[in-house]
């Protein structure tokens, strides 16, 4: 405002551009995400950073109207529909299927661009993966679906446990094939897989006492948006019950989990900006082909083994991305 205000001082033909350019509309962006920011906080950055390489920052030539659901799935559907409300150029739906699936049920117009960690052909979301058709698009993530992963690498370092349990959000669509994909990798090694089902933090207490009565050797935290965001308390409850654990991103062994693998969130969130802005500047989203994130990483948390009296083979730790010590 100073700078235009001195201008306007010079000449009247120096200022009109200068008003017009200031007139033009500044295009708004949804953002929909069923956890909180706290946690994703780094990702976000990542998004932001996304947008900026198309030439796009927030609070400068970009609005972006952020909606978190705080762990209430429920609360989606009315999120999704407050922003279509704004009137937004594009919707960006993270933490899985849930807020895309939401945010389509809402709008076949406005573009929209996914982050989920299933199929979306299978979900409905997309016609196939080159061309995605109607106003969606996105990146597959595969976080929900690697839980044969993970138990395969946690039953390697608990090679003597009779039971493992699974600990999955009900709430989530995914939430029986999550439990069924460590079944079937537990099939082969006669391991019993025990559920528990948790969908806030006030039965995360009862969660873990559960798996103490059912004498489990290690647990398995199922990929979903809201455990995440409560990943410190979860991490203070397995070291507090010295229960060896497996989770889906670095940020639970860097507070303190014993390991995690899974997909680079952070490279998810960025190429959702990037997409967003492709968008922006007059692409179709149904000729953009679903990304399908590849980076991995095994991050292992080498103090909290040895506070769980763990002793890892040599070729284990190797095998791992990043190692904490």
């Given amino acids: 405002m100073r700078r235009r205000d001195f ?11 200068r008003i017009s350019r200031a007139q033009q509309a500044v295009p708004v962006i949804g953002f929909l995400n069923p956890a909180s920011l706290g946690p994703l906080a780094r990702s976000v950055e990542a998004y932001r950073a996304g947008l900026k390489e198309g030439g796009y920052v927030d609070g400068y030539n970009l609005t972006i109207e952020y909606r978190w659901a705080e762990g209430q799935y429920e609360n989606l559907p009315t999120l999704a529909a407050d922003l279509i409300s704004r009137k937004v150029a594009v919707i960006s739906t993270f933490g899985g299927e849930g807020s895309a699936l939401a945010t389509k049920a809402k709008t076949q117009s406005i573009p929209i661009v996914f982050n989920v960690s299933v199929d979306p052909v299978k979900l409905g979301l997309i016609d196939n993966f080159n061309r995605p058709g109607g106003n969606v698009t996105g990146v597959m993530s595969l976080t929900s679906a690697l839980e044969g992963k993970r138990f395969g690498l946690l039953r390697e370092i608990v090679p003597k446990a009779d039971a493992i349990a699974v600990l999955v959000n009900p709430t989530r669509l995914v939430a029986d094939s999550q439990v069924a994909e460590a079944q079937e990798a537990a099939t082969a090694t006669g391991v019993r897989v025990v559920r528990i089902n948790a969908s806030s933090a006030s039965e995360f207490d009862q969660a873990f006492a559960t798996m103490a009565d059912q004498r489990v050797g290690a ?39 014993l390991m995690s693998y899974g997909t680079v969130l952070a490279d998810a969130y960025r190429q959702n900006g990037i997409y967003a802005a492709r968008i922006l500047k007059g692409e179709r989203p149904a000729d953009l082909p679903i990304v399908r994130s590849s980076k991995f990483e095994f991050v292992l948390n080498l103090k909290t083994a040895k506070a769980l009296g763990l002793e890892l083979p040599l070729q284990y730790v190797a095998r791992a991305d990043e190692v904490i010590e």
């Fill in 7 to 17: 201008l306007g001082g010079l000449s009247v033909v120096a200022v009109t551009p």
């Fill in 219 to 257: 647990l398995l935290v199922a990929a979903d948006p809201y455990f995440f965001s409560q990943h410190q308390r979860l991490v203070a409850l397995a070291a507090r019950h010295k229960i060896p654990a497996i989770y889906e991103w670095r940020d639970y062994p860097v507070a303190g989990g």
